[in-house]
């Protein structure tokens, strides 16, 4: 946690149809579908806004400029997005991507706070649409009250409402959040499974949140297929896929053997850092001459 302040002091607000798409899908399972309804509705109507300022090995400022290098110059959030059946990335310049990642982030890890297995479970689902640091905060106060399933699952939903509603979403995320800790004190004597598919029968719970809980508490691989993922593996040419599932069966197949939690992590430190979804900071990216999607 709070590696962050070592090189990069960024604040991101990100809104997209894309991660609209996201939460909807992982609130699909919640159990109340008219609060669903009212997240996908609002989060459809939403823009991107984002700003960051880079410092260390990576100062400089982002120009955003296109030069049409590979990706045809698109002045959009999907710039540099492979289309459907064009070049995808063999396994010997994929390896190489990750590498030039891996040296930047060497100690890239999930930076949300937890004392549990179900407090980093309940997180994961808060965490859509929102900033880690946004979850951290509105989660010191919601586990000083309620710090394990059996406590969340009693609770007055109005009173974890107020507690969550910095996140955004908070009707369907507070059901969300009280539905699936109902359900692991009634089916799972108040433990958090271990398995994806167990998990991923918990209300508000998805295979990117499974995978979630699964790498960073077990260390049982899985790659997280969120909105970052998403579009840094359509950048890098390592799926041409839109579905989260397809994504992840690319990735599956492209690094194998692989740590695919590590991995997952560290692509998303690079989405929060520099590239971003409308503008990427091609200049100051250190795998900019082998990117296929750089603009530089
Ligand atoms: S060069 Fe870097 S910032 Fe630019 S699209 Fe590629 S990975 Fe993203």
């Known amino acids: 946690m709070g590696q ?14 894309a991660s ?10 919640a159990t109340t579908t008219a609060s669903t309804k009212t997240t996908t509705k609002a989060s459809t109507k939403a823009i991107t806004k984002s700003t960051g300022k880079v410092t260390g090995k990576t100062t400089g400022k982002a120009t955003g400029k296109t030069t ?14 492979s289309k459907k059946g064009s070049h995808k990335a063999t396994r010997q310049e994929a390896a190489a991507i990750m590498k030039g ?14 004392d549990s297995d179900f407090q980093l479970l309940t997180a994961v689902i808060l965490s859509a649409q929102c900033t880690d640091q946004q979850v951290n905060k509105v989660t010191k106060a919601l586990y000083a009250e309620f710090p394990d399933a059996r406590s969340l699952a009693e609770a007055d939903l109005e009173r974890v409402k ?24 009634t089916r799972f004597n108040g433990k958090v499974p271990t398995t994806v598919e167990e998990l991923t029968t918990l209300p508000g719970v998805g295979r990117k949140t499974a995978n979630v809980v699964l790498g960073v508490i077990h260390n049982i691989p899985g790659w997280s297929v969120d909105t970052h993922v998403q579009r840094l593996s359509k950048r890098f040419s390592f799926t041409n896929e839109e579905d989260p599932l397809k994504i992840e069966k690319d990735l599956q197949a492209l690094f194998p053997g692989e740590d695919w939690s590590k991995l997952s992590i ?4 690079h989405g929060r850092r520099l590239c971003y979804a409308r503008k990427p900071a091609c200049h100051n990216c250190p795998i900019n001459t082998i990117c296929p999607a750089s603009e530089v």
């Open 4 to 17: 962050v302040k070592k090189t990069t002091k960024a604040n991101t607000k990100t809104t997209t149809k």
């Open 68 to 81: 049409g290098k590979a990706t045809g110059g698109q002045k959009s959030a999907t710039r540099g997005v």
């Open 266 to 269: 560290t692509i998303i430190w």
């Open 101 to 114: 990642l891996l040296e930047l982030y060497p100690d890239a890890c999930c930076e949300l706070t937890y």
């Open 162 to 185: 107020t507690l969550i509603k910095p996140t955004g979403y908070y009707n369907a995320k507070a059901k969300n959040i009280q539905a699936c800790a109902q359900m692991l004190v």
């Open 20 to 29: 609209a798409k996201a939460v909807a899908k992982e609130s699909a399972r």
